[in-house]
């Protein structure tokens, strides 16, 4: 990155905040130009924390002080703008989770390893969008002008709004409900995913819900932990010995990741002072 780039960081921004709201102000129902909305609106948000950033100190927009070099990463920006010494900006846990899935969601966009509904890319962009209208004008000190038209500003916010009523109305269903339990989804981190029915009935994203293999409580498939990176032992029967020991399964759920690998970490040690000993008794045995 050049010199002349950290200057223009702002300007780029709010250049791919405009492309971003000209995809979306199409009201179009082709997903394409929401997900071009989504890329610009996330783009333009990393840098506007870029620019938070530089203003504190040009060298915070690097990943390490102190070799520039590196640009940091979205999710570096955002601990950084938190920090009480760097930032100081308040950003609730959960607007980073949000943040953060919208940035997962612009890598899928680009990796074409994308399989979202429209109305879920759609509510993406609205979180995002509203989100950068407060960012702008709260922590860059910018008019609104200076970065959208009012007419499309008002156009959106009716977007937004309609989102936030869709939402409203997912939640008051979930209230109505009698039983079963409800989760906070994965895709729009709502409390909106209802385990009976696996599916959340805001952005509607489907999952299995199924039973961890080691202790049986019942988590989403996609949260169970893989653990073949346990079985990285120096030698073959490593495998055998975990699962005939300790019952080592394939995954596990979160709550049990850290108790299994602690087993191993046992196992492991012991089988290690059993090898030690094993070779001081033949090593005084020989010598
Ligand atoms: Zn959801
Ligand atoms: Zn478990």
């Not at 299994?260 to 059993?274: C, G, P």
Request: negative net charge; glycine residues 4%.
């Amino acid at each position: 990155m050049s010199k002349t780039h950290h200057l223009d960081l702002l300007n780029n921004s709010i250049s791919y905040f405009r492309e971003a709201v000209a995809y979306a102000q199409r009201e179009s129902d082709d997903t394409n130009y929401w997900k071009f909305a989504i890329l610009h609106v996330v783009q333009a948000m990393e840098l506007a924390f870029k620019e938070r950033l530089r203003r504190v100190h040009p060298t915070f927009i690097y990943e390490s002080v102190d070799r520039p070099g590196k640009t940091l990463s979205l999710k570096g920006a955002v601990e950084r703008l938190r920090n009480p010494q760097i930032g100081n900006i308040p950003i609730a846990d959960w607007e980073v989770a949000k943040i953060l899935k919208a940035f997962d969601l612009r890598s899928e966009l680009t990796h074409f390893e994308f399989n979202h509904s429209h109305d879920h890319i759609e509510l993406k962009f609205a979180e995002i969008f509203g989100f950068m209208i407060f960012f702008y004008r709260r922590h860059l000190g910018l008019e609104t002008a200076a970065f959208i038209e009012e007419e499309q500003h008002n156009r959106i916010i009716r977007l937004v709004r309609t989102r936030a009523e869709l939402l409203d109305r997912a939640k008051a269903y979930v209230k109505s409900l009698e039983g079963g339990d409800i989760w906070l989804c994965p895709t729009c981190q709502e409390g909106t995913f209802l385990t009976a029915e696996e599916q959340c009935c805001f952005c509607h994203h489907k999952e299995c819900v199924v039973e961890c293999p080691t202790c049986g409580a019942e988590s989403l498939e996609s949260q169970l932990i893989d653990t073949s990176d346990l079985l990285d032992w120096d030698y073959d029967e490593g495998r055998m010995v975990l699962v005939e020991e300790i019952g080592l399964e394939d995954h596990v759920c979160p709550e049990c990741i850290s108790e299994t690998r602690q087993k191993v970490e046992d196992l492991r040690r012991s089988q290690y002072d059993e090898d030690r000993a094993m070779e001081e008794y033949y090593a005084r045995k020989g010598g």
